[in-house]
């Protein structure tokens, strides 16, 4: 093409990708606006540690900052519920937070699994006692992620397509805690950081294949926390904190930052 020709063909042809773009975009927006979401979950997806805790969610400690809120405030969907709360298990979420999930339902995230396998007491092991106790501990929970685990997730995922079985549901993972060979000084020893990460990928592996054996979508939040470990200079991740149950949660700007696009990518 010449470029004369090119001159008077370049606008038209800009013209016609942004208005495709806007097609899209409006498209995007309308798809969102039809959304019934209902966000399940363990603190990760409350948003324990992202501060700004919903006055109506007790204990649970429901955050406007949780990826769930994010979403829901970006894309104003036709509706949005939020049972997800602290200390839930696979069992507790089955239990006591699929009522708002129906046949009208087209959305569900949810991360539940860290507390069936006790990762707090594991956290509380490793901080408190020996290198070798804190590895042990690792090990057991990872065995309990291998045996025990899978039964449970299948029952709940079982258990939410069977009310909501229109819906796109989105496992979300765990992310990896510590960047290794960081810039922490004090703490933990790089043997039980390594421990706990490897802990992490154990459990993000049965959520993933499970997730897979439900037909459900999984999405990975290691790729987003990469750089934003502990110990990385730049966390999204509380330490040991005051107050204690923040320690080891996302930061608002590991729920903005990392859980939001994780989700996002798969909507």
């Known amino acids: 093409m010449h470029a004369p020709t090119l001159r008077r063909v370049l606008p038209a042809l800009l013209a016609l990708v942004a208005a495709t773009l806007g097609l899209t975009q409006q498209a995007s927006a309308a798809t969102a606006a039809g959304e019934r979401?209902?966000?399940?979950?363990?603190?990760?997806?409350?948003?324990?540690?992202?501060?700004?805790?919903?006055?109506?969610?007790?204990?649970?400690?429901?955050s406007s900052?949780?990826?769930p809120s994010l979403w829901a405030a970006a894309n104003a969907p036709a509706s949005f519920s939020f049972t997800?709360?602290?200390?839930?298990?696979?069992?507790?979420?089955?239990n006591s937070q699929l009522t708002p999930l129906n046949s009208s339902t087209t959305l569900v995230s949810i991360t539940a699994g860290g507390n069936d396998v006790g990762f707090a007491n594991v956290m509380?092991?490793?901080?408190?006692?020996?290198?070798?106790?804190?590895?042990?501990?690792?090990?057991?929970?990872?065995?309990?992620?291998t045996n025990t685990l899978p039964g449970s997730l299948s029952s709940?995922?079982?258990?939410?397509?069977?009310?909501?079985?229109?819906?796109?549901?989105v496992?979300?993972?765990?992310?990896r805690f510590y960047q290794l060979n960081g810039n922490c000084i004090a703490g933990l020893s790089e043997a039980e950081r390594a421990a706990i990460n490897r802990g992490s990928d154990a459990l993000n592996g049965t959520l993933a294949k499970q997730a897979a054996n439900a037909g459900f979508s999984y999405s990975s939040v290691v790729d987003e926390f990469t750089g934003h470990?502990?110990?990385?200079?730049?966390?999204?991740?509380?330490s040991l904190s005051v107050?204690?149950?923040?320690?080891?949660?996302?930061?608002?700007?590991?729920?903005?930052?990392?859980?939001?696009?994780?989700?996002?990518?798969?909507?």
């Open 37 to 62: 979401f209902v966000a399940l979950g363990d603190s990760y997806s409350s948003g324990v540690g992202a501060g700004s805790y919903l006055s109506d969610s007790g204990s649970c400690q429901r």
């Open 65 to 67: 900052k949780a990826y």
């Open 84 to 94: 997800a709360c602290s200390g839930a298990t696979t069992s507790t979420v089955k």
């Open 124 to 145: 509380q092991t490793c901080v408190l006692q020996s290198e070798a106790t804190c590895v042990s501990a690792v090990n057991s929970a990872i065995a309990q992620i």
């Open 156 to 169: 709940l995922y079982g258990a939410i397509r069977s009310k909501a079985p229109q819906a796109h549901v």
């Open 171 to 175: 496992v979300l993972g765990y992310p």
């Open 229 to 238: 470990e502990i110990c990385s200079g730049n966390a999204w991740l509380h």
């Open 243 to 267: 107050p204690v149950s923040n320690s080891y949660h996302p930061t608002a700007a590991g729920h903005s930052g990392g859980y939001l696009p994780a989700f996002r990518s798969t909507v």
